[in-house]
C-alpha cells in the first residue's frame, strides 16, 4: 500500500453493492479497508416498534437541507435530530422511499431476489452485457444471500401455511397468468437455507449461519420492510458485511455523511485535475458530533444508492467542483422500477395480511411471457406487521359506516337476547370481542405489491438550492399504471371487495408515483456520450475519465428490471469486484 495513503479503498454506503465490495475488497486487502455509511446500526431487537418511535424512525438529520414531505419536516421541527432508517424525500410527481442505515435497503426490502427476464437486458443496456454474462454472479450472489422460496406446508395447521399465498396463487390461475413461489432471501435454518434438501428449522429456534452471525429460523411475523428484530432477514450484515469486518478486519465508521470526493496528485494534495491515479481524499462528517474529517485512499467505491450516488457526483462536479471530468450524461435514465402500490379493503375470502414473510410468489404480466413493454409487470402479495393489523381493524367504521351502524345494531340486539333469555346466557366480554374481531380487515384484505417496466426516462439533477430534484414523465408511464390499476380492480373482486383503493399519494390532487427500488443515474454504459459508468473490460464499475473511482449500487442500472432489482445490483457488484481484486466471486466469501 502507499504509504501515504491511509487505507487501499474507502467505500461510500453498505447496501448491497457496498457490501459486496466490502467483503471482497477486504478479502484482497485485510485490515485496509474503511467502510463509511451515514446511517445507524441496530443490534438483535432494536428496530422501533412503538408508534412514537416509529414516527422518529426517518432520516432528517441536523443540517438537512434535502426536500422532505411535510410531516418529515414537522417531525424534525418538534424533535430536532432525526437519524432513523427510512431515508423520504418528496419530488414533483413521484416520491421515494430508500434506507439510511448499516446494512441498507437489506433491512427494509421484502426478501426477492429475482432475475430479469433476458429480454430486458437486450434494450438500453451496454452492449457487451446481458442476462447470460451475469448468470455465474447471480449465482453466487443468491447462494450468499440464502435465497430460497418459502418451506412447504402440509396443511392449513401447518404453522407454515400461508392462505395469502394460497388466494394470489387462485387469482393467478383465475386471470389465466403464470404465477410462481419466489425465492426469498430469509434464514430457514443453515440445511434449508444453503442446501438443497435440507429441511427448516422449526419457527424461532436460533443458530449460527455459514457466516458465522446468529440468526433465527423466520417466526412469520410480517415485519421485513421495517426492520427484523429477530434477525430472521438474510440482511447483507449476516454475510457480506459480517464476513468483511470480523473475518478480515474491515473497519466501519456509522452515522458518517461523505460530503465530497477530491484526487490527489503526486505529492498527495488535492488536486481536481487529477485522474485519481495517485488516490483520494475522502472528506466525511460525523453527524453525531458535527466535526469533519477526511482521509485518504488508493480507491474509492461509490455505494450510498441511486440517489446518494448520483447526488454526491453531481455536488462533486457541479458544487465543489472536485470531479469535473464526470459525463455529462450524470442523473439520465432514471427509473423508479414501475413500483406501485394499491390495497383490496374488506373482501369475503380469507387472505390473512399479517402472517407470512412480506412477500411468497409472483404474478407475471406480460414481462417473463408475452412480453409487452409498456404493460409489463410482477404483481407480488405482501403481509404487513400485526402492529398495522390492528390499525387497520379501526377503519372498518370509515370504510362501511352504514354496514357498521347495521352490524352494531344486530350485535346489540343478539347481546341483549343472549343476556335476559332464559338459558342463552353467555360471557358478556368475550361475546363482545369476538364480534368486534370476527371480520377483521387485515383478515379479509390483500396488499398489492407491482412492479413493471417504465420507459426509465425520468431525469436526476441539482436544484437551486444544489440538492437532488427529480423531473418524472409520469404521463408517458400510463399504459403501465393504468394496466397495474386494471389488474388490481380484477384482484379485489375476486376476493369479493368492493373497496380498491390505490396508494394514498395517487389520488387526486396529489398524484404522485412512490418508488422505493430508484434506479438508474449514473449508468453503465460502453462510453462517457452514453453514460457515466464503464461496462468495458479492463475497467469495470470505473466513472468514465477517472481511474480508482467506481460506483456498484442501484445508480448504475440503465433501464427498468421489472423484477425486484435486489439480485441484479448483487450481481453487477460482483462482477464489478472480480477483475477489481482479480479474485473469482465464491459464496465463502
Not at 417466526?219 to 434477525?231: A, F, L, P
Not at 432489482?565 to 464489478?576: F, G, K, R, Y
Request: charged share 20%; net charge positive.
Amino acid at each position: 500500500m502507499n504509504k501515504e495513503c491511509q487505507h487501499q479503498a474507502v467505500i461510500v454506503g453498505s447496501g448491497f453493492g457496498g457490501a459486496v465490495m466490502s467483503a471482497r475488497l477486504s478479502r484482497k486487502w485485510p485490515g485496509a479497508v474503511l467502510l463509511l455509511e451515514r446511517g445507524k446500526e441496530y443490534p438483535l431487537g432494536g428496530f422501533p416498534r412503538s408508534p412514537h418511535d416509529l414516527a422518529d424512525n426517518v432520516w432528517c438529520p441536523d443540517g438537512d437541507a434535502v426536500r422532505r414531505p411535510r410531516a418529515v419536516r414537522s417531525r424534525k421541527a418538534r424533535r430536532g435530530h432525526l437519524a432513523g432508517m427510512f431515508d423520504i424525500r418528496h419530488f414533483d410527481k413521484i416520491d421515494t422511499v430508500t434506507s439510511a442505515m448499516y446494512g441498507g435497503g437489506s433491512h427494509i426490502y421484502a426478501n426477492v431476489f429475482l432475475r430479469p427476464p433476458a429480454a430486458v437486458f437486450e434494450q438500453g443496456w451496454p452492449q457487451g452485457l446481458r442476462r447470460e454474462r451475469l448468470l455465474p454472479y447471480y449465482d453466487v450472489a443468491q447462494q450468499v444471500l440464502g435465497a430460497r422460496t418459502v418451506p412447504p406446508a402440509s396443511g392449513p395447521e401447518d404453522r407454515r401455511y400461508i392462505k395469502r399465498t394460497e388466494q394470489f396463487q387462485a387469482f393467478a390461475r383465475d386471470a389465466k397468468l403464470t404465477t410462481r413461489l419466489a425465492d426469498i432471501a430469509v434464514y430457514f435454518g443453515n440445511d434449508y437455507t444453503y442446501k438443497r434438501n435440507g429441511a427448516a428449522l422449526p419457527l424461532g429456534v436460533q443458530e449460527v449461519n455459514r457466516y458465522g452471525a446468529l440468526q433465527t429460523s423466520c417466526t412469520y411475523c410480517g415485519e421485513c420492510d421495517i426492520g427484523c428484530n429477530v434477525q430472521a432477514k438474510n440482511s447483507v450484515d449476516h454475510n457480506y458485511l459480517h464476513v468483511a469486518r470480523h473475518r478480515y478486519g474491515m473497519a466501519v465508521r456509522t452515522q458518517s455523511v461523505v460530503e465530497r470526493v477530491v484526487p490527489l496528485n503526486a505529492l498527495h494534495e488535492d488536486d481536481p485535475g487529477s485522474d485519481g491515479q495517485f488516490g483520494f481524499r475522502v472528506y466525511f462528517r460525523d453527524i453525531q458530533r458535527g466535526e469533519t474529517h477526511a482521509v485518504t485512499t488508493r480507491r474509492v467505491v461509490l455505494s450510498a444508492g441511486t440517489l446518494g450516488t448520483t447526488e454526491l457526483l453531481f455536488r462533486c462536479r457541479d458544487i465543489h467542483r472536485t470531479l469535473p471530468r464526470v459525463s455529462s450524461r450524470l442523473g439520465q435514465q432514471f427509473s423508479g422500477n414501475g413500483d406501485f402500490l394499491s390495497f383490496a379493503i374488506g373482501g369475503k375470502k380469507e387472505v390473512n395480511s399479517t402472517y407470512g414473510p412480506v412477500i411468497t410468489q409472483y404474478t407475471d404480466h406480460h414481462l417473463f411471457e408475452n412480453l409487452d413493454r409498456k404493460r409489463a409487470f410482477l404483481l407480488e402479495d405482501a403481509s404487513y406487521p400485526t402492529q398495522v393489523g390492528w390499525a387497520t381493524a379501526a377503519l372498518n367504521p370509515v370504510m362501511n359506516p352504514l354496514q357498521t351502524i347495521w352490524q352494531s345494531c344486530k350485535q346489540l340486539l343478539a347481546y341483549a337476547f343472549a343476556r335476559y333469555y332464559p338459558g342463552r346466557k353467555q360471557s358478556s366480554v368475550g361475546f363482545l370481542i369476538q364480534k368486534l374481531l370476527s371480520h377483521d380487515l387485515s383478515q379479509y384484505s390483500a396488499v398489492l405489491l407491482c412492479m413493471g417496466l417504465d420507459n426509465a426516462k425520468g431525469v436526476l439533477s441539482l436544484n437551486k438550492d444544489g440538492y437532488l430534484d427529480i423531473d418524472w414523465p409520469q404521463e408517458s408511464n400510463r399504459p403501465l399504471y393504468d394496466a397495474i390499476l386494471q389488474l388490481g380492480e380484477r384482484f379485489t373482486r375476486f376476493i369479493g371487495s368492493k373497496h380498491f383503493l390505490p396508494m394514498p399519494t395517487w389520488l387526486w390532487p396529489v398524484k404522485n408515483n412512490v418508488t422505493v427500488h430508484p434506479l438508474g443515474g449514473s449508468v453503465l454504459a460502453d462510453s462517457p456520450q452514453q453514460g457515466v459508468v464503464s461496462a468495458c473490460e479492463g475497467s469495470r464499475g470505473q466513472v468514465f475519465g477517472y481511474r480508482n473511482l467506481y460506483v456498484a449500487d442501484g445508480s448504475l442500472v440503465p433501464t427498468a428490471l421489472g423484477a425486484n432489482p435486489v439480485a441484479t445490483i448483487t450481481a453487477l457488484s460482483e462482477w464489478i469486484a472480480e477483475e477489481l481484486t482479480g479474485m473469482a466471486a465464491d459464496s465463502d466469501l
